[in-house]
């Protein structure tokens, strides 16, 4: 098992997310983070960190979500590993809580 970022941080990136990670398991892309489901140890200590509310254990992934197993997955070994938190992109407010952000994802 694993935790997963889901769509809602594309395009918000709050990276608060990094901070409490006790095995550096998250990877940043240009507007969006995944967890490397081999290094994430299931502490679910970031899961009350995001402001978006983005990240889930795998179990608890509502079902039009399931897919971001996947893309985490697929995206950890080309994302960059990120270990201090930063600031968030540029109109991460607004696009809080966007739906359909999936095209968005930059790769
Ligand atoms: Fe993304 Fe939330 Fe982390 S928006 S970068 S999963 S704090």
């Known amino acids: 098992m694993t935790h997963v970022v889901s769509e809602n941080c594309i395009k918000c990136k709050y990276t608060d997310c990094v901070d409490v990670c006790p095995v550096d398991c998250f990877k940043e892309g240009p507007n969006f983070l995944v967890i490397d489901p081999d290094e ?21 992934l509502p079902a039009d ?41 930059e790769r």
Do not use: M
């Open 65 to 105: 979500q399931e897919q971001f197993i996947q893309i985490n997955a697929d995206l950890t070994p080309t994302f960059t590993t990120i270990t201090r938190s930063h600031e968030p992109l540029e109109d991460a407010d607004d696009w809080n809580g966007k739906t359909d952000k999936l095209q968005y994802l």
């Open 40 to 60: 994430c140890i299931d502490c679910a200590v970031c899961v009350p960190e995001c402001p978006a509310d983005a990240i889930f254990a795998e179990e608890d």
